[in-house]
């Protein structure tokens, strides 16, 4: 089969981008979703808190999936379900994607560009070293998640967490609620990931401590799990010998991170970052290969849904122009964007000025919990910008708005810099 | 008067407040270790009215191995959140039933309906 843009993906990032490139006159489009429905983890998500930016108003999950999915129904952009992407290349003029699904077996799209919308993974057990036999109950907390709110099981009892990411703590409030005891949420870090609404109102609301510089040491049982042991860690996360505090327990959830699901990418041979595991992209959202955009949390992982649609939006957008020919093609050198002191990345990671628009928003995450800091832009040698801000954790993702005309005043090999700048 | 700790929702600053207030009375509250405003409204609504949007599942009564996602249509107070948690263990839908449907009306007595969030087909 034929399509102008094919999309990788039909949660958040892969139907915000459909809905956009239709939008910007691309009507010949593709969403490809391996699940039976579209929405993604966003169906899973039965809490509510999303769509403050995008709506107005606080939804859950579902239902700010649905309002997506309405939109992609209006415009009758197509989508095949329960299909998986197995692979994608180049070919002469276009790119080829292999599909596979129980009803039309394995097929090709031949599609003049690709949006990624591939989403992320949890970190597996396999990828934390946590020792001990490998018995029943240890859940990723997303894992958990699907069975509780989707398929209506319990996975068991009395619980600890491993990670206080946010959904590990919505898991806590969520097992609660179910009836389960939800003994301890342990952090590596000496500060929790998660979103501080999510703590109060999921862990303090239920009096679930939190045990932060804290790590699982040992889990104890053969065919279930029957006990945890927790320890405290020092500055080099190593384990403190002495603190250790065994917890009787039927389940262990862990929420230990979110990692860009990237294989069909690196497949393709688009460059990907080292410190996110996503495309580097450049001000249009393009990866290294051209034709190929990437978008949501196969990108970098986002915290915020309506970060990831905004973010969609535009490379649906850019997709659209691509196969339109409405951008002129440029033989300029890309300005990098380089990372400063605490900023861990930044995305995009180059930037053409002849393609930007007005503005160029960078997105990007800091490294450490930085108290009354300033967040810096440089060009060159030369200080454009100096933002105060009370806090930045590395849970929360930064932007910065950087004016193309101030851009364009750059000299030949100057970068655009963003650093932490503390007193 | 009674004494609160508290951490501030309003931003990732996470302010430790201490809140000191009459039971019942909303004037008599002072909130210290907040750095702006949304710290002090923040603390008086906890003290005195706290409230919660309470999300869960529900059986689906000709479906297996699927259930419904509900919400209370508007936040309920914070004490009657094991309430509902506890009444919906009793509740099932039929399919199909769609985002926005009522399932029941005034739950628990907190004035808020329960509400789908997910399609059912």
């Known amino acids: 089969m034929n399509t102008k843009i094919a999309i990788i993906g039909g949660g958040p990032a892969g139907l915000a981008a459909a809905v956009s490139a239709y939008d910007a006159g691309v009507k010949d489009l593709l969403i490809l979703e391996r699940d039976d429905k579209l929405g993604g983890i966003l169906n899973q998500c039965i809490h509510n808190g999303f769509g403050l930016h995008t709506f107005k108003e606080e939804l859950t999950g579902p239902e700010y999936a649905e309002r997506f999915i309405e939109k992609v129904r209006e415009r009758g952009i197509e989508s095949l379900l329960k299909t998986i992407v197995v692979d994608i290349s180049k070919e002469t003029d276009g790119l080829v994607v292999t599909a596979m699904s129980a009803e039309k077996g394995m097929f090709e799209i031949h599609a003049q560009s690709v949006i990624l919308a591939m989403g992320c993974r949890e970190r597996p057990r396999g990828a934390l070293n946590t020792p001990g036999y490998r018995p029943a109950g240890i859940y990723s907390a997303g894992t958990a998640q699907r069975y509780v709110n989707i398929e209506g099981k319990m996975p068991g009892k009395e619980v600890v967490i491993l990670g206080s990411g946010d959904i590990g703590l919505i898991m806590a409030r969520r097992m609660t609620l179910e009836g389960a005891h939800v003994k301890a949420v342990a952090e590596l870090m000496p500060y929790s990931g998660g979103l501080k609404r999510n703590i109060v109102q999921c862990l303090d609301d239920f009096g679930i401590p939190l045990k932060l510089s804290t790590t699982v040491t040992d889990i104890k049982g053969k065919d279930r799990v029957e006990s945890v042991t927790l320890s405290k860690v020092d500055a080099k996360n190593q384990p403190i010998p002495g603190t250790e505090e065994e917890i009787p327990c039927d389940t262990l959830l862990l929420s230990c991170g979110l990692l860009p699901e990237n294989e069909l990418s690196g497949m393709l041979g688009v460059e990907l970052s080292p410190v996110t595991g996503g495309a580097t992209v450049d001000e249009s959202l393009e990866t290294s290969v051209p034709g190929v955009f990437a978008c949501g949390n196969v990108l970098h992982v986002h915290d915020l849904v309506d970060y990831v649609s905004g973010e969609a939006s535009e490379a649906g957008k850019h997709a659209a122009e691509y196969v339109l020919k409405s951008t002129p093609g440029t033989s300029e050198t890309p300005i990098r964007l380089e990372t400063g002191n605490g900023v861990r990345y930044t995305v995009p990671s180059f930037v053409r000025p002849s393609r930007l628009e007005q503005l160029l928003t960078v997105r990007f995450r800091v490294g450490n919990v930085y108290k009354n800091p300033e967040i810096c832009v440089y060009l060159g040698d030369k200080c454009l910008q100096r933002r105060k801000k009370q806090i930045c954790a590395p849970g929360e993702m930064e932007q910065v708005i950087i004016k193309k005309t101030d851009i364009e005043t750059m000299a030949p090999g100057e970068t655009i810099r963003i650093a932490i700048e503390t007193e | ?121």
């Open chain 2, 1 to 121: 008067m009674e004494t609160k700790n508290l951490t501030c929702i309003g931003c990732p600053m996470g302010c430790a407040l201490t809140v000191t207030y009459e039971p019942g009375n909303r004037d008599s509250v002072k909130v210290t270790g907040n750095t702006c405003k949304k710290g002090e409204l923040y603390a008086i609504d906890e003290v005195t009215n706290p409230t919660r949007i309470v999300t869960g599942t529900i059986r689906v009564s000709n479906r297996k191995n699927l259930v419904a996602s509900v919400k209370t249509a508007s936040v309920i107070p914070k004490s009657k959140i094991f309430d509902v948690a506890h009444e919906l263990m009793n509740i099932s839908v039929e399919a199909p039933a769609k985002i926005g449907d009522v399932v029941v009306k005034d739950i628990c007595g907190t004035g808020s309906d329960l509400v789908i969030t997910r399609n059912v087909e």
